[in-house]
Nanobody, 124 residues
Framework: QLHLVESGGGSVQPGGSLTLSCVAP????????IGWFRQAPGKEREGVSC????????NVADFAKGRFSISRDYAKNTVYLQMNSLKPEDTAVYYC?????????????????WGQGTQVTVSS
């Protein structure tokens, strides 16, 4: 198991940007794929994007293409989700998770370790 911790959420106006971070205090993320998911009020959790341990990016949701970017910094042991051109419909709790393997999975149920989430609110 990994203890994952998200940060960087907050309130932003439409069109604004936020960068979310995912860390694992006491553990190295180097050998783990990390995915970002979100859950909006009253909706099911959905995948946003995922990055393999070697940096390959997979499973980018249609709503994220061109606006959201996943990356990882091995020196800082951190995975980021850069979100630009935010819309009110991006309002959700954002989670990072890992399938505890090198490669991202297409299936949410394969993600075994989850953070507690960070709230993102987009509103004018």
């Amino acid at each position: 198991q990994l203890h994952l911790v998200e940060s960087g959420g907050g309130s932003v106006q439409p069109g604004g940007s936020l960068t979310l971070s995912c860390v694992a205090p006491g553990d190295s993320l180097d050998n783990y794929a990390i995915g970002w998911f979100r859950q909006a009020p009253g909706k099911e959790r959905e995948g946003v994007s995922c990055i393999d341990s070697d940096g390959d990016i997979r499973n980018v949701a249609d709503f994220a293409k061109g606006r959201f970017s996943i990356s990882r910094d091995y020196a800082k042991n951190t995975v980021y989700l850069q979100m630009n051109s935010l819309k009110p419909e991006d309002t959700a709790v954002y989670y990072c998770a890992s399938p505890l393997g090198y490669v991202c999975s297409r299936w949410e149920h394969n993600f075994k370790s989850w953070g507690q989430g960070t709230q993102v609110t987009v509103s004018s």
